[in-house]
C-alpha cells in the first residue's frame, strides 16, 4: 500500500506561483497529479514518470505548469506560475506502479488527501 503525503497548498492572489510537493512512501512508476473544483469533475493537470522524468501535461497546463521529481527524497513538485481564479481548486497527487503517464484518474490506485489551492482575484 503506497502512501502520498501532499502539502503547498493555500490562499495566494492572481498572478502569484505556487509549489505543491507529494512524497511518497516508496517509488512507484509514475506520479500524476489531477484537481477538482466545487461542482466540477475531477480533471487531470500533468503526469511524470519517476525513473526518467518524462512528464506529460493537460493542454491547459503546458505553458505555467511544471512537474518534477527528486527520486532521493521520494518527493513530487507540481510548479504552477502566473495563477488564476480559475484555478482554485483542490489539488491531488496520484501513484501507480506502471511506467506508463495516464491522464485518467481511474489508472491510480493510490491518492494524496488533495490541499486546496484557492485564488483570489
Known amino acids: 500500500q503506497v502512501s502520498l503525503e501532499e502539502s503547498g497548498g493555500g490562499l495566494v492572489q492572481a498572478g502569484d506561483s505556487l509549489r505543491l510537493f507529494c512524497v511518497t512512501s516508496?517509488?512507484?512508476?509514475?506520479i500524476g497529479w489531477f484537481r477538482q473544483a466545487p461542482g466540477k469533475e475531477r480533471e487531470f493537470v500533468a503526469a511524470?514518470?519517476?525513473?526518467?522524468?518524462?512528464?506529460d501535461y493537460a493542454e491547459s497546463a503546458k505553458c505555467r505548469i511544471t512537474s518534477s521529481r527528486d527520486i532521493t527524497k521520494r518527493t513530487l513538485y507540481l510548479q504552477m506560475r502566473n495563477l488564476n481564479p480559475e484555478d482554485s481548486a483542490v489539488y491531488y497527487c496520484?501513484?501507480?506502479?506502471?511506467?506508463?503517464?495516464?491522464?485518467?484518474?481511474?489508472?491510480?490506485?493510490?491518492w494524496g488527501q488533495g490541499p486546496r489551492v484557492t485564488v483570489s482575484s
Open positions: 496520484a501513484a501507480s506502479h506502471p511506467l506508463i503517464l495516464h491522464a485518467t484518474s481511474t489508472e491510480y490506485p493510490y
Open positions: 511524470v514518470r519517476l525513473r526518467d522524468g518524462t512528464t
Open positions: 516508496e517509488r512507484t512508476g509514475s
